[in-house]
């Protein structure tokens, strides 16, 4: 029997077999991982607890590892969620002010999945406010720092989800990805994620951003486990969601061991250009050998209209978060200003108080994008190019089965280094917006470290409905290298 | 296209916004270095194209679902107002409406 | 296109459009699976997705689609094959979302006509648009010092906006659309037609122009909800703009509302940047996909509309135009008519009944003809013993009377009961008629020297004889026939 301070070494997979061979109890698990993630406050990971909720479902775990019937996948594995997820028995605040203290009077569908399939909820975790931001220094509750370097930014918005999978204070945890806010994060930390493609998983319970952008998934230590969450997490939810795909689920995990032999890969010349720093490139480039060993065949391709992306997302994202964030007026629940001189003033103060400067800038950029006269030259033209993007893809796809490049142009930088400048922040996320805006899968898997010895990501990009083939890719990487399994010190 | 000052009260009313004169101006400065940025979106040439609204339009023929008109939910008042700032009888309390 | 002429008021021309928002009979709401129904507890109806809570998405009632097609073939419109609903932003405490869900660009129905009599003149007013969107909640202003209490039952019911070209030249004539629109509405059953619960509400857009001038600046009178007071409404907002352009003013647009207390109209506070909404496609909903075989369907299903079975009583049973136009205001009322007409095989007699002495029943106990206590069956049965000579229309009111009162439920029954029958037998009415005629040589002499009234005077005294059983037209058949 593995003793408890390797517990939190093991995979997904691993714990969910020695859960089932009853080798270690989903209660004592938690127990674990609470404890751990309470001792590791420092890094500012998490925001909510409930000792009671979480002993509770472990315990209703423990029952049914030992009846033995059951086919949950993720029986007593202990999970974190995004605080941008709604969930009845922890707070759901969505980083921010505006909903201290909100209790949901139901779960987001993505954590019903997972709790069908055993997972144990350990607690909610920090993420920039509404989901807007790279570094996870806009939340209202605290940032939450890199475990590699806790001077540095773990990345944003799932922030918090990176950086308590990075340090092992839980073994998996969801995190939702609108512009690249998986992706990168999971880059930065060293760690593997995954967003699917538009519309596999619900958006029921996320708290909204920006509609057509957001996508909920999981980020883990390894391909694998990704596939064993994202298979719990997608599938049709034609009931609440009428943008959930009409796709059946899927187990992404049955082709993980597919060989590599005659894979194309798509290096897009757009991805390499002078914005890339050179310790990013090195690492990256090193996996695109690792990958031809195996057999792949790397493709020069173009995606001419990658620069566009940056001014295309920040014109529609923008847009969207203005009208979802429009409820958050006192109303009905959430933030309400304590003195106020009339309706109008409350909206005012209510909405001044409970925002964060950088929801005010987006929903401040969104409504002028969206107001009169405006309406055309910026929501509807950005619109326009998101479908010449979408083209760019599609014609790539044509020459190449995967698409692989950097998440980001840099390793993660310091705090406080970008947060008084927004700008600098959204240019950073030149990599991750084109397939955000086309809606296609994408993933960041560790490959090694660059400056201040800090993690390289490298992104693969799928076709719709490909999530398969991403994690089939990384996984062999992963069973080719070991940059996935490297650990911080420390933790 | 540059904003100005005026421009910046405007949207702030409509999206129901209160900027102090200092965070105003910050907001400004801000936003019209972020339209330098959009304005190069602007001058791409996208004539003849229809506007993507829905990502997966693009390779499925999306369109809306129909649910059965039938009701399943029930009353679930209290859990729905417990987060609610001000209740009264059932009712959401706000500043009095002027019509 | 309308053809009719209205009056000029004071030497303008009023013009008239209409938006009528049309709760639709849906037993659960547009986006949402909570209930529509009427009166229940404040927010015991309003679910997570009413509240816009945090994380909630719409989802498309069927329902909605439906009832929206069904308007569209009422009024001979188009049917859009693709359209799409667009959020329309804007702060307001009924309206939780912050924006509500609506059309914009591409609504479902495009064009249609509605068309009606007034002062027996055909006319049409021609339909811009109707589309799907969202109510929002209620305000409640009196129980609260200083505060507005919120009601969200309301918030997501679904509404059919209809929107009109300016077409109307009159109060009268805006009136008379309303109420057909509202026939309409009630009688395919996509509304309930309630218009004291709020089912079906109209904003009335009036100008005012020299003849020949350009259209002039509109005023938008919100939430008429009586026909009455849509009519004083329009009338006086006329009255005001006229007097305002006689004094040398402008009309600035304004929204504005009318108190039935003091008969005017009252622009409201203005709604700062009122006009922009900042409309956008809602990334939440795919564009809404109606299939032709859908609309031929619900077009296969429908039942008959007015305007066809008025069509069909003039070939069908002879009735004039108008009266067939009258007897089809209501499925109900046209239901009786075609029922007392069969079984009574007297059509133009229940056509004259049901709109005289059976209507003015009605009115007078403000109930629906599927309240009348004389069923059609029963007044068919009544038709038929006048028809047949049995009884006079005199004594037939008597029966009807019976009947409503619910004295008895069998017209023969009641004529036997209370003696009605009139006096057929030609002997025994000869015999009277004899008698009078010999009672009264005087009026016999100034009849035959050309004094026709001197003859009603007989005929009142052979009805008093015959204790109003003699069958009038008998009686001066005969007394004609006796006196030359």
């Known amino acids: 029997m593995k003793t408890p301070t390797e517990l939190h070494d093991l995979s997904v997979a691993e714990l969910a077999e020695q859960l089932r061979a009853r080798k270690v109890s989903a209660v004592e698990t938690a127990q674990h991982f609470l404890a751990r993630a309470r001792a590791n406050a420092e890094l500012g990971a998490f925001l909510y607890f409930n000792e009671e909720a979480t002993l509770t479902q472990a315990s209703a775990a423990d029952a049914a590892l030992a009846a033995g019937t059951s086919e949950a996948s ?65 939340s209202a509750f605290g940032l939450v720092k890199n475990p590699w370097d806790q001077t540095r930014v773990p990345g944003g918005s799932s922030g918090g989800s990176a950086a308590a999978v990075a340090a092992r204070l839980v073994p998996a945890a969801t995190g939702t990805d609108t512009g690249g806010s998986i992706r990168q994060p999971a880059s930065f930390c060293g760690i593997t994620g995954i967003k699917p493609t538009y519309g596999r998983a619900s958006r029921y319970g996320m708290v909204a951003f920006a509609s057509s952008l957001d996508q909920a998934g999981p980020l883990a230590r390894s391909a694998e486990d990704c596939a064993l969450l994202l298979s719990a997490m997608c599938g049709p939810d034609l009931d609440r969601d009428s943008t959930s795909l009409d796709v059946p689920a899927e187990n992404f995990a049955r082709t993980l061991d597919d060989s590599l032999a005659g894979l194309r890969i798509g290096v897009p010349a757009e991805f390499f250009g002078e914005g890339l720093d050179a310790d990013v490139r090195t690492a990256v480039d090193a996996a695109l050998k690792e990958y031809e060993k195996l057999g792949a065949q790397l493709v020069p391709i173009t995606l001419p209209r990658t620069e566009l992306s940056i001014p295309v997302y920040y014109v529609i994202a923008p847009a969207e978060a203005s009208s979802n964030l429009s409820r958050f007026d006192g109303v009905k629940f959430g933030h309400r200003a304590e003195q106020y001189s009339d309706l109008i003033d409350m909206y005012k103060k209510t909405r ?53 490049g950097p998440v980001a142009p840099t390793v993660a930088w310091k705090l406080g280094d970008k947060s008084d400048d927004p700008l600098a922040s959204y240019l950073a996320d030149i990599f991750t917006l084109p397939a955000s805006l086309a809606g296609l899968p994408g993933m960041s898997v560790p490959v090694g470290f660059g400056a201040g010895n800090m993690p390289v990501g490298m992104q693969l990009i799928a076709n719709y409905l490909q999530e398969s083939r991403l994690l089939n890719a990384a996984h062999r990487l992963q069973q080719a290298t070991d940059w996935h399994l490297a650990k911080p010190e420390g933790f | 296209m ?10 702030a009313n409509l999206a129901r916004l209160e900027l102090s004169p200092p965070e105003s101006e910050r907001m400004l400065t801000q936003i019209n270095g972020f339209f330098d940025l959009v304005e190069k979106m602007r001058a791409v040439d996208t004539s003849g194209l229809q506007p993507l609204a829905h990502p997966v339009a693009c390779w499925q023929d999306v369109v809306l679902r129909l649910r059965e008109d039938a009701v399943s939910e029930s009353d679930n008042r209290a859990a729905n107002q417990r987060n609610a700032p001000s209740v009264e009888q059932g009712l959401f309390l706000v500043p009095k409406v002027i019509e | 296109m309308n053809t009719g002429k209205s009056a000029l008021v004071h030497g303008y021309e009023v013009v008239i459009g209409f938006e009528t928002h049309a709760q639709l009979s849906t037993r659960s709401k547009i986006f949402s699976r909570a209930s529509t129904a009427f009166g229940a507890e404040p927010n015991t109806q309003a679910c997570a997705v009413d509240l816009a809570l945090p994380g909630t998405l719409p989802v498309m009632n069927k329902g909605a689609v439906e009832r929206a097609i069904e308007f569209g073939l009422a009024v001979g419109s188009h049917i859009a094959p693709r359209s799409i609903f667009a959020r329309k932003n804007y702060f307001y405490p009924d309206l939780p979302k912050g924006y509500q869900i609506s059309q914009f660009e591409i609504p479902v129905v ?83 037609g309630n218009m004291q619960e709020g089912s079906f509400r109209c904003d009335a857009n009036v100008s005012v122009r020299k003849p020949g001038a350009p259209l002039g600046t509109r005023r938008e009178i919100k939430n008429l909800n009586s026909f009455k007071f849509m009519q004083q409404a329009i009338d006086f907002e006329v009255r005001w703009q006229i007097e305002r352009i006689e004094d040398g003013h402008a009309i600035e647009q304004a929204t504005v509302l009318f108190n039935p207390d003091t008969g005017e109209t009252r622009a409201m506070r203005s709604k700062e940047d009122a006009a922009d909404y900042r409309y956008f496609p809602d990334p939440d909903l795919p564009p809404l996909v109606i299939a032709d075989e859908w609309v031929q369907r619900v077009r296969d299903a429908m039942t008959e509309l007015p305007r066809v079975m008025a069509q069909r009583f003039q070939a069908d049973y002879g009735l004039t135009e108008y009266d067939a136009t009258v007897l089809t205001q209501s499925r109900t009322m046209a239901a009786y008519f075609e029922t007392a007409a069969k079984a009574s095989g007297q059509a133009k007699l229940a056509s004259n ?19 009348s206590p004389a069923n059609a069956l029963q007044l068919a049965q009544l038709i038929v013993r006048i028809a047949d000579g049995t009884i006079s229309n005199n004594a037939a009111r008597q029966v009807l009377d019976a009947l409503w009162s619910r004295q008895g439920s069998d017209a023969d029954q009641l ?18 008629i004899d008698a009078v005629l010999a009672a009264n040589p005087k009026n016999v002499e100034e009849y035959r020297d050309g004094n026709s009234k001197a003859l009603n005077a007989l005929v009142g005294q052979i009805m008093k004889a015959s204790q109003g059983k003699a069958n009038p037209q008998q009686v001066n058949e005969l007394l004609r026939k006796k006196m030359g």
């Not at chain 1, 605080?83 to 203290?101: E, P």
């Not at chain 1, 409970?354 to 309406?375: A, C, N, P, Q």
């Not at chain 3, 004529?415 to 009277?432: C, V």
């Open chain 1, 74 to 138: 993720l029986l007593g594995v202990p999970v974190a969620h995004k605080d941008i997820f709604v969930t009845r028995d922890f707070a759901a605040t969505a980083g921010s002010k505006m909903l201290t203290g909100y209790r949901s009077p139901f779960d987001a569908t993505v954590v019903a999945r997972l709790a069908e399939q055993g997972a144990v909820t350990l607690g909610k975790l920090n993420c920039d406010e509404f989901a807007m931001g790279s570094a996870n220094e806009n």
């Open chain 1, 352 to 404: 001044s108080q409970g925002f964060g400067d950088e929801v005010k800038r987006r929903i401040m950029i969104g409504t002028y994008v969206l107001s009169h006269g405006y309406y055309d030259a910026y929501y509807l033209q950005a619109q326009k190019i998101r479908r010449m993007i979408v083209d760019d893809f599609q014609q790539a796809f044509k020459q190449c089965d995967l698409i692989a």
């Open chain 2, 2 to 11: 540059s904003l100005t000052s005026t421009d910046i009260d405007r949207i």
């Open chain 3, 110 to 192: 495009q064009g249609g006509q509605v068309e009606f009599f007034l002062a027996g003149e055909r006319r049409s007013v021609r339909l811009v648009r109707a589309h799907l969107e969202e109510d929002a909640g209620k305000s409640l202003h009196e129980d609260f010092v200083g505060q507005t209490g919120i009601d969200l039952n309301r918030a997501g019911t679904p509404l059919l906006e209809i929107v009109t070209e300016p077409d109307m030249r009159s109060s009268e004539e805006a009136v008379a659309y309303a109420k057909e629109l509202h026939k309409i509405v009630t009688w395919i059953g996509i509304c309930d």
């Open chain 3, 353 to 371: 009944w049901i709109m005289g002495e059976v209507a003015r029943r009605l009115n007078a106990g403000e109930i629906d003809i599927a309240e």
């Open chain 3, 415 to 432: 004529i036997e009961a209370k003696g009605l029958k009139q006096l057929n037998d030609t002997g025994a009415l000869e015999e009277i």
